[in-house]
């Protein structure tokens, strides 16, 4: 299955960001600390214009912390950026946001002169649950679905900065189908345009060829079977998706074990790390049985 996911309030909120961009001092981008290029909207760059950046890798304590530390050395060789892993809901590590926000543009952030700042990130990343403890209190909303956010709001906070949050955007064309899995394993991705047997098998593979002993761990495994679906079954097994005769009920089983994963009972995961190679991104897809086409091959995730 190709997937495929761009609601229409998409593509006008890319044309409000683009205009946007030319009144702000500072972008904040709220990335998935587990799978921060993914979960990166590759159009920011085209409308950036060398404004300074913060890559916020949000959902820290559920991501590998060896792979994050690698991921906040590779975006730090980039000019004018930053990289800062935290959780959104942590107010200690927000405030080491707003110092760092002040770093970056010292000549703003006094009374009458807020850093003008934009939050911009894909769907279900966390940026509202960031802009609340930034403001301590609940301002833009917050919900475990994408597109909860529909269209760009100002929000002015008592520490000198003036925040503009911004609808969830992906890109329109996903060829990176291996990206487009991983969006969907993390719940980025509305349930409407996924398969969750799909998608569980992937998140199967994966977990067999990165983390098998917390995979098996997690669901009782003396050994692993050969197949990710047959690990979906397994776990199935193990969490009592059965259905009448005994048989694992398999579209339950991938959905909870997507939903475990998200919320790290299985451990700190992380679904991507910078430099790996192309040709083991496509053996990834092919174990799972996913069918990659030439036009949808899977590029290597990050250059080095």
């Known amino acids: 299955m190709t997937i495929r996911w761009y609601p229409g309030h998409m593509s006008k909120a890319l044309e409000q ?4 961009v030319r009144k702000i001092d500072l972008i904040i981008e709220v990335l998935d600390a587990r799978l921060p290029y993914s979960s990166s909207n590759h159009l920011l760059e085209q ?11 949000n959902k820290n304590d559920l991501a590998d912390p060896a792979v ?12 004018g950026v930053r990289a800062l892993p935290l959780v959104a809901k942590n107010i200690p590590e927000v405030k080491s946001l707003v110092k760092l926000c002040k770093q970056l543009v010292p000549q703003r952030g006094n009374p009458g002169y807020p850093i003008r700042t934009m939050v911009v990130g894909i769907p279900n990343v966390g940026k509202s649950t960031l802009i609340n403890t930034l403001a301590g209190r609940s301002i833009a909303k917050v919900g475990d679905r994408p597109a909860v956010t529909m269209r760009p709001q100002q929000i002015p906070l008592n520490n000198g900065i003036l925040i503009f949050d911004t609808p969830g955007l992906l890109w ?34 994966y977990m ?16 692993l079977p050969e197949t990710p679906y047959e690990v979906v079954e397994a776990v199935g097994r193990c969490l009592g998706c059965i259905m009448s005769g005994g048989v694992v009920d398999v579209h339950r089983a991938a959905e909870t074990f997507l939903r475990e994963l998200r919320a790290g009972k299985a451990g700190r995961i992380s679904f991507e790390e910078p430099g790996t190679p192309e040709d083991v991104e496509a053996e990834l897809l092919r174990f799972a049985g996913i069918e990659v086409g030439e036009q949808h091959q899977q590029a290597p995730i990050m250059p080095e």
């Not at 509305?190 to 199967?204: K, M």
């Not at 067999?208 to 050994?223: I, Q, S, V």
């Open 47 to 57: 409308v950036r214009r060398n404004k300074p950046c913060i890559k916020v890798l």
């Open 172 to 205: 329109p064309a996903m060829d990176d189908q291996g990206g487009a899995y991983r969006l969907a394993t993390s719940g980025a991705i509305g349930a409407n345009a996924l398969d969750y047997t799909n998608v569980g098998v992937f998140a199967a593979a």
């Open 17 to 20: 960001i683009s205009e946007l």
């Open 68 to 79: 994050t530390r690698a991921w906040v050395q590779h975006f730090q060789k980039s000019a």
């Open 208 to 223: 067999m060829r990165r983390y098998p002993d917390l995979l098996k761990e997690r669901y009782k495994l003396a050994e």
